[in-house]
């Protein structure tokens, strides 16, 4: 690998960003997000040796669109270092390697930072918001605005930090972000979702204690069900149940 | 006869379709979540009112479902535009109108997860149509198989949504002209089943991380305490 880095011009960058967004734009079941990575650095390879009708440039592709499975947004930074590894021409046989290598951590830090964390903590921040009265736009803005700081940056740090790494970019995953911040944003989930979910539960049945105080304590109990049910149904189809019966109730009675 | 029953519905179509792709294929920035997509259907229904209200109730189920890999989950984008169109279109304190619409958000979404189910088999089958081709190191197979991915998902999600509605429109104005509980029983019950799923999905969420549980607690206690203070 060469020690400095290579440039790219704007328009490939730009190209290649965008592309991240469209990563499982044809996820399925035996490539998972294979041909995302090849589609993504796509306009970067087209920079190889003998361009888009070279050699390099259709065995890099061949390679890229195979199996290969990582969280949608952290796999911008495989797309990086797997750009700078192919344009620096390093053996193909190291590069597959570290396709195998970084696939698991990308999925699993990115499952637990940000479909674990996150995801449910801006949700939480967003039902507290609506609890308190704020108009749909507010809740919507704040829901939107900070989740996607979080998720075009990760996009963006993730292609930018693997490019600059390449193939030895498992130092720079050791950021405190990735490292500590599933634990401290499961922390903070459990506590905002705490206080969000009386105030939002409120906020939809309106005014009165004994009916809140009723409903609160009936969500206790059912919360305990379902949690002991787990594994064997899911909540949202036992609450197909639920309504379905009550619907059944309402209209025979 | 069809076509002309859908042609009114036909912006929300579009918008189960556009939000649908969120969900997984493009551009996942989670304008699909239920508290998002509800609202915005609601909104051109004529109420962002009910649509955010009804976005929040389905937005508690949906934090159960993580989609995590290659995991089968709700797909809660044209699920909730289909939710925020009917409790849009209700008139406000209609018996019934909000655990109905829930309920039928909720079929929706199983349908709509189901369809993403057969969704990846049939990504699979046109990347290995276009394999060759790939291997030899065509770019254009490679775009092919990513944009036709795109297409099917954009045209899933809106067919979902149409079924659905075609069906749903006139089934939940039937249900709620025979409904005779108080609305406030009937949001008392979404309540309650919504908060006991998202409760549960978060209790869930805890157990991997240390500590969390007396976070959660805690947040209860002081949410508690606010909610009880404004009732």
């Known amino acids: ?253 | 006869m069809i076509t002309a029953e859908l042609l009114p519905l036909a912006p929300f179509i579009v918008l189960g379709a556009l939000l649908g792709l969120d969900v997984v294929a493009f551009p996942q920035a989670m304008i699909s979540r239920p508290i998002v997509a509800a609202t915005v259907a609601g909104a051109l229904a004529g109420s962002p009112m009910s649509g955010l209200t009804i976005g929040v109730a389905l937005e508690f189920f949906a934090l159960e479902a993580m989609p995590f890999g290659s995991s089968r989950y709700p797909e809660w984008g044209s699920a909730s535009v289909v939710g925020g169109v009917l409790f849009g279109r209700a008139e406000e304190g209609t018996a019934g109108a909000m655990a109905v619409a829930v309920l039928i958000a909720l079929i929706a979404a199983g349908i709509g997860g189901t369809s993403m189910h057969l969704l990846r088999r049939l990504n699979a089958a046109v990347a290995r149509k276009q394999q060759a081709r790939i291997a030899r190191g065509s770019g254009s197979a490679v775009t092919v198989v990513q944009l036709t991915g795109l297409t099917i998902d954009l045209v899933r999600a809106g067919m979902v949504t149409a079924l659905i509605l075609a069906v749903a429109v006139p089934l939940y104005d039937r249900i709620l002209a025979t409904f005779v509980l108080t609305p406030v029983i009937s949001r008392a019950v979404v309540v309650g089943t919504a908060s006991a799923v998202g409760l549960a999905a978060i209790w869930k969420v805890t157990q991997s991380t240390a500590g969390a549980r007396w976070y959660l607690l805690t947040g209860l206690l002081v949410g508690f305490s606010i909610a009880w203070r404004v009732a």
């Open chain 1, 1 to 253: 690998m060469t020690e400095q880095t290579p440039r790219l011009p704007v328009r490939t960058w730009l190209a290649v960003f965008s592309r991240l967004f469209a990563m499982q734009g044809a996820f399925n079941y035996e490539t998972m997000v294979g041909n995302g990575i090849a589609f993504a650095m796509e306009p970067a390879l087209r920079r190889l040796p003998g361009g888009p009708r070279g050699p390099a440039y259709a065995a890099a592709l061949g390679r890229h669109s195979g199996y290969f499975n990582a969280h949608p947004y952290l796999a911008a930074v495989a797309v990086g270092a797997l750009m700078r590894a192919e344009l620096d021409g390093v053996p193909a046989a190291q590069i597959e390697r570290f396709r195998v290598a970084a696939a698991g951590p990308l999925g699993s830090v990115g499952d637990r930072l940000v479909w674990a964390g996150w995801l449910p903590l801006c949700s939480s921040i967003a039902l507290l918001a609506f609890g308190l009265g704020a108009a749909p736009v507010t809740v919507l803005l704040l829901f939107l605005g900070l989740y996607n700081v979080l998720h075009v940056g990760l996009r963006g740090w993730g292609l930018v930090v693997g490019w600059r790494h390449g193939l030895r970019v498992a130092s720079a995953l050791d950021a405190w972000i990735l490292r500590r911040g599933p634990a401290h944003m499961g922390r903070a989930t459990a506590f905002v979702a705490g206080v969000a979910l009386p105030v939002a539960a409120h906020g939809i049945i309106g005014p009165g204690r004994a009916l809140l105080g009723t409903v609160l304590g009936a969500v206790a109990v059912s919360a305990a069900i379902v949690t002991t049910l787990r594994g064997k149904a899911e909540g949202w189809q036992l609450a197909i149940v639920v309504l379905l019966g009550f619907t059944l109730y309402g209209v025979a009675r």
